[in-house]
């Protein structure tokens, strides 16, 4: 493997540069009007233009991309995540075309990718599920009478896709049909596929995630958890890994599940198995996500491991670097997704253009982002900024270390997540791990109440600062005292 192309842009694009050029392989980026001058296009070796700023219109181009691959000798494509990563058809091109996808096969995708699908598959190796059907539904009656004998509150979630799209929740029978058609329409919208099921609701649920791998010999190992909870619109904001909950007998029962997951779509390359942990600490799989994560950062932390280089080196035909005995968890590591959004407004997105931006430094901090100062947040992608990523010995460690950090990030011209981070990782209920998926629901519904927390902290860092004042004052008080006795004595001697 000589030569790889970017299937993507921004931080991971950026992040897969890094491990290519520490293995002396070529890379080839990609990019579109919006992206030009990117640092992930200066950055690589060579760089194609692939299209107008809708990602419909440059990274979604599966032909022109695989004819650039062709035009230009590229052995194999990293996908990244988003876009293309999980696109089955686009796997099965660039597989007929000689070059090998840095990922699963499509078969895995395609059964992964679809939710029952999933759940039928891991049915047979006894992995945890949640209660509910594992079939399309798609006539109300039917639904109805289904959600009775579940018992609400339930989740009704499209079959196809993710990321929060077509899911909805009903907490009783005089919404289920609303709920349902909504459910319904945006799972049309987003993946042109109306196919819903209905599962029980987990009450206080936590989102932790066990990071695989497998190679094409048959071994499969769990690099551990990711702790997910903090979320807005189901879409992450803080991970940390490992999570607090978690014991040794519950982490080793929940690695071995997702282990089981991995077989049963005979699985190659980095993966991640979604569970949700109820309050009983009961596990249950939710899905399987056939690409690297966004917080997989996270778990390289607190494993010394490169995942972007795993997964070269087993798409390279290679056996796992190391075993499961081999593995272990070191410190505790922790991420915060800058996002240009308006975290008091809903988290909607604040386009705009970074007038300042400097990034924390220092022992454990690692930020993983794709713009400089001076370039605008493009309006037709994700508007995730970077990743903070912070490693300590310990938890409380590398909460603070995290919060400083966060303070020593410097981005001016738009609204960012930064101030939210900061209050999670202030808040009580973060730092006592009891928190669940429902954190912005319980603590943030009036996201006002952030204001109030920074007053208090700027009254407490006035109040410290009027005490550093007065201490000075009255040292300067008493050093003209002191002079005057020295002036009057030197006035009598003389």
């Given at each position: 493997m000589k030569k790889v192309l970017i299937a993507n842009r921004g931080e991971i694009a950026r992040r897969v540069i890094r491990t290519l050029k520490k293995m002396n392989i070529t890379s080839v980026a990609i990019y579109s009007d919006a992206d030009r001058n990117s640092p992930h296009v200066l950055e690589a070796d060579e760089a194609v233009y692939v299209g107008e700023s809708p990602s419909s219109e440059s990274y979604l181009k599966q032909d022109l991309i695989l004819d650039y691959c062709k035009e230009l000798n590229v052995d194999a494509i990293h996908p990244g995540y988003g876009f293309l990563s999980e696109n089955a058809n686009f796997a099965r091109k660039v597989k007929d075309a000689g070059m090998k996808l840095i990922g699963p096969s499509p078969e895995s995708m395609e059964l992964m990718g679809d939710k029952l699908s999933a759940k039928q598959a891991v049915k047979s190796y006894n992995v945890p599920l949640v209660p509910g059907v594992d079939e399309a539904i798609t006539d109300v009656a039917e639904a109805i009478l289904i959600a009775e004998q579940i018992g609400y509150p339930i989740l009704i979630k499209a079959s196809a896709g993710g990321g929060g799209k077509g899911m909805r929740l009903v907490e009783n029978s005089g919404e289920f049909i609303e709920q349902m058609r909504m459910a319904q329409?945006?799972?049309?919208?987003?993946?042109?596929?109306?196919?819903?099921?209905?599962e029980k609701f987990v009450l206080e649920p936590r989102h932790i995630e066990i990071q695989v791998f497998a190679d094409s010999f048959g071994n499969v190992v769990y690099l551990f958890e990711r702790e997910c909870s903090i979320q807005r619109r189901h879409q992450k904001v803080v991970e940390e890994a490992p999570?607090?909950?978690?014991?040794?007998?519950?982490?080793?029962?929940?690695?071995?599940?997702?282990?089981?997951?991995?077989?049963?779509?005979?699985?190659?390359?980095a993966g991640t198995v979604e569970f949700l942990v109820d309050a009983n600490m009961k596990f249950y799989f939710l899905e399987m996500n056939t690409r690297l994560q966004v917080e997989h950062p996270v778990t390289e932390e607190i494993t010394g491991l490169d995942l972007v280089e795993w997964q070269i080196r087993v798409a390279r035909g290679e056996k796992l670097p190391k075993l499961q005995d081999e593995l272990s968890?070191?410190?505790?590591?922790?991420?915060?997704?800058?996002?240009?959004?308006?975290?008091?407004?809903?988290?909607?997105?604040?386009?705009?253009?970074?007038?300042?931006?400097?990034?924390?430094?220092?022992?454990?901090?690692?930020?993983?982002?794709?713009?400089?100062?001076?370039?605008?947040?493009?309006?037709?992608?994700?508007?995730m900024i970077a990743k903070l990523v912070v490693w300590g010995k310990t938890r409380e460690e590398a909460i603070e270390k995290t919060i400083k950090a966060i303070d020593n990030y410097q981005i001016a011209g738009l609204k960012t997540t930064l101030d939210f981070g900061k209050y999670v990782l202030k808040h009580e209920a973060f730092r006592s791990?009891?928190?669940?998926?429902?954190?912005?629901?319980?603590?943030?519904?009036?996201?006002?109440?952030?204001y109030s927390s920074m007053e208090e902290?700027?009254?407490?860092?006035?109040?410290?600062?009027?005490?550093?004042?007065?201490?000075?004052?009255?040292?300067?008080?008493?050093?003209?005292?002191?002079?005057?006795?020295?002036?009057?004595w030197k006035s009598a001697r003389s």
């Amino acid at each position: 493997m000589k030569k790889v192309l970017i299937a993507n842009r921004g931080e991971i694009a950026r992040r897969v540069i890094r491990t290519l050029k520490k293995m002396n392989i070529t890379s080839v980026a990609i990019y579109s009007d919006a992206d030009r001058n990117s640092p992930h296009v200066l950055e690589a070796d060579e760089a194609v233009y692939v299209g107008e700023s809708p990602s419909s219109e440059s990274y979604l181009k599966q032909d022109l991309i695989l004819d650039y691959c062709k035009e230009l000798n590229v052995d194999a494509i990293h996908p990244g995540y988003g876009f293309l990563s999980e696109n089955a058809n686009f796997a099965r091109k660039v597989k007929d075309a000689g070059m090998k996808l840095i990922g699963p096969s499509p078969e895995s995708m395609e059964l992964m990718g679809d939710k029952l699908s999933a759940k039928q598959a891991v049915k047979s190796y006894n992995v945890p599920l949640v209660p509910g059907v594992d079939e399309a539904i798609t006539d109300v009656a039917e639904a109805i009478l289904i959600a009775e004998q579940i018992g609400y509150p339930i989740l009704i979630k499209a079959s196809a896709g993710g990321g929060g799209k077509g899911m909805r929740l009903v907490e009783n029978s005089g919404e289920f049909i609303e709920q349902m058609r909504m459910a319904q329409g945006e799972a049309r919208s987003s993946f042109g596929d109306d196919a819903v099921f209905i599962e029980k609701f987990v009450l206080e649920p936590r989102h932790i995630e066990i990071q695989v791998f497998a190679d094409s010999f048959g071994n499969v190992v769990y690099l551990f958890e990711r702790e997910c909870s903090i979320q807005r619109r189901h879409q992450k904001v803080v991970e940390e890994a490992p999570s607090v909950v978690l014991t040794p007998a519950l982490r080793k029962e929940m690695g071995e599940a997702a282990v089981a997951v991995c077989k049963s779509c005979n699985y190659e390359g980095a993966g991640t198995v979604e569970f949700l942990v109820d309050a009983n600490m009961k596990f249950y799989f939710l899905e399987m996500n056939t690409r690297l994560q966004v917080e997989h950062p996270v778990t390289e932390e607190i494993t010394g491991l490169d995942l972007v280089e795993w997964q070269i080196r087993v798409a390279r035909g290679e056996k796992l670097p190391k075993l499961q005995d081999e593995l272990s968890i070191n410190g505790h590591a922790i991420e915060v997704r800058v996002y240009a959004e308006d975290t008091l407004n809903g988290f909607t997105p604040d386009i705009g253009t970074l007038k300042r931006y400097r990034i924390p430094t220092g022992k454990g901090i690692r930020v993983d982002d794709a713009f400089v100062e001076g370039m605008t947040i493009p309006i037709y992608y994700d508007p995730m900024i970077a990743k903070l990523v912070v490693w300590g010995k310990t938890r409380e460690e590398a909460i603070e270390k995290t919060i400083k950090a966060i303070d020593n990030y410097q981005i001016a011209g738009l609204k960012t997540t930064l101030d939210f981070g900061k209050y999670v990782l202030k808040h009580e209920a973060f730092r006592s791990g009891k928190f669940d998926t429902n954190f912005v629901k319980h603590y943030f519904e009036d996201p006002k109440i952030m204001y109030s927390s920074m007053e208090e902290e700027k009254d407490a860092l006035q109040h410290g600062i009027n005490q550093i004042w007065d201490s000075i004052k009255e040292r300067d008080k008493k050093e003209y005292a002191s002079r005057q006795v020295v002036s009057s004595w030197k006035s009598a001697r003389s």
